[in-house]
């Protein structure tokens, strides 16, 4: 690991934390301080059940925790794995497409120390996001009658969204790390991204696709489920679980990729082993 | 102990030879020249060297280190100059050397990086972002140079920069090699090789077709002869020409000779006859290397 590489990638995404985690802060709090002018207007109103399904809530729009799934919590994660896509992707492929990388690594440090140092200030950006977005509850919720609702489950619901962020910024990573650009990685990882989010929605309402639910990401991030259910520990080990599996490929690959290549290098896995058996 | 080794260095991108069996070796103190056309591997193999992409087979030593299973020791050893030198954005020129020292885990000499900055002309206060391409080259000159690696590995060096500054690179570049350090750089520029290396290597198409000591090379190139006669001379005079010496054209009084292996017995030849002027040029490494592509072609 290197301090000075770590200090300069998180400093790199200073306005990605200032405008994702100011944006989402902003909402946060537009959100609970129009609260109070929903509740009457929703407890009158009635939503079909699957309709209220496929947003990850259902019940009573009316009561605090189901408004703030709808409204924020069932979306916002999708948010943040742009940022995962974003900066995941364009932590080595974007150096390498803008042509920074190769001077770089021609500096006497490891490439796992570099890709250490770009995976450590992914994470400690969207930590920092989630705590930019967290001052958002505490401007507003100390005013806004939320019960049962407190100021902690709102910024634990809210910290609950890195172990997919990290997940899927480690996926983003290992695909800039065999993709042949940043675009084309990002290319796909939108896709990816895309695709499990709309899976996990209808898996809510379709049965025959509950079977997917295990094999879904977005599913263990519990977002839509958090505030009305509470944190499921075990759904959150099993993301990290995933994403440090997906940082060590992703390490590996980068370990063997050839830079500037321009080209697929699925064979960089089996390079990179070799590498760090060496 | 060589500075640099280079042996039977093969690199395929798929059916793409690039490298096909270099071998190269540096002693310590030389400037040696990497000389090739665009695209005849000069990039690929410093790649390779610097352990940025992997060889499909053979080996690279830097001071007897395995440049691909030492290769941090190895680039402790190396300053090295991209051919086209990206900075990371939102820095001045001055963060960039502090932002590569930290990198590097050592701080270069400041009174030894601020003769760099000066010497070369760059205004280190400027963001990177709104250099010229040779103002960034420039920077990169200095990071190349900055930490007085024993080993200065350059990518076509002088590419963007005006000849005043292309001078103060080459002098700089003499400097680095008076102080026992190596430097070893690629260029398709002939004029800066044969202004400032000791040896030379010729690459094309991904194999190296010659390696050659440039003053050695001087010393035994023919010489380019131009006599301006008194007088015209008779018709067949030049029959009787000695065997190193070809007559290249003639048109009146004056003409234009060749001498292999010295220009004595041309000399003992035009005693014969009234001289009013005489020009003995020695042949530029671009006559050389067009000759020697002429050759290798027939």
Known sequence: MNAGL??????????????????????????????????????????????????GTSGDLSSPDAFITTEYNSFVPVILLIYAVVVGTGALAGDEGRGTLENLLAQ?????????????????????????????????VPFVDLAPLSLGDLVLATFTVLPVVAFFGALAMLAGAVAPSRGMAAGIMTAVVVATYLLASFAQVIEALEWTRNFNPYYYSDGARVLTEGVVWWHQAVLVAGALVLFALAAVAFSGREIMAGTWQPRALVRGLRAVRA | ?????????????????????????????????????????????????????????GHVAVFGRDAQRESVATRRQIGYLPSDPVMPPGMTARQVFDF???????????????????????????????????????????????????????????????????????????????????????????????????????????????????????????????????????????????????????????????????????????????????????????????????????
């Open chain 2, 100 to 298: 590569y020292s930290d990198v590097r885990g050592e701080r270069p000499d400041p009174a030894y990086l601020q003769g760099l900055v000066e010497r070369f002309g760059l205004d280190a206060a400027r963001p990177v972002s709104a250099l010229s391409r040779g103002n960034r080259q420039k920077v990169g000159l200095v990071l190349a140079l900055m930490h007085r690696a024993p080993l200065v590995i350059l990518d076509e060096p002088t590419t963007g920069l005006d000849p005043l500054v292309q001078d103060e690179v080459e002098a700089a570049l003499r400097e680095v090699a008076a102080e026992g350090r190596t430097v070893f750089f690629s260029s398709h520029i002939l004029a800066e090789v044969e202004s400032i290396c000791s040896r030379a290597a010729i690459v094309r198409q991904g194999q190296i077709v010659d390696v050659f000591d440039l003053a050695e090379q001087r010393r035994l190139a023919p010489r380019r002869v131009e006599v301006q006669f008194g007088r015209a001379p008779d018709e067949g005079a030049f029959d009787a020409l000695p065997a190193s010496v070809q007559l290249v054209s003639q048109e009146g009084r004056r003409a234009v000779l060749e001498a292999r292996d010295g220009v004595d017995a041309l000399v003992k030849f035009l005693a014969r006859y009234e001289v009013a002027d005489l020009s003995v040029r020695q042949p530029t490494l671009e006559e050389l290397f067009v000759g020697y592509y002429r050759e290798e072609e027939s």
């Open chain 2, 1 to 57: 102990m060589d500075a640099l080794r280079v042996e039977r260095l093969v690199k395929h991108y798929g059916s793409v030879q690039a490298l096909r069996g270099v071998d190269l070796a540096v002693r310590p103190g030389e400037v040696f020249g990497f000389l090739g056309p665009n695209g005849a591997g000069k990039s690929t193999a410093i790649r390779v060297i610097l352990d940025l992409i992997r060889p499909t087979s």
């Open chain 1, 6 to 55: 770590i200090r300069r990638s998180v400093r790199d995404l200073r306005w990605h934390i200032l405008w994702y985690g100011a944006g989402l802060a902003v909402y946060a709090a537009f959100i609970v301080a129009l609260f109070p002018t929903f509740r009457d207007f929703l407890g009158d109103t009635q939503y079909p059940e699957e309709f209220l399904q496929f947003f």
């Open chain 1, 108 to 140: 006497p440090i490891s490439r796992l120390s570099v890709f250490v140092s770009r995976a450590l200030a992914l994470v400690i950006g969207a930590v920092l996001i989630c705590a930019v977005n967290s001052l958002g509850w505490v401007a507003v």
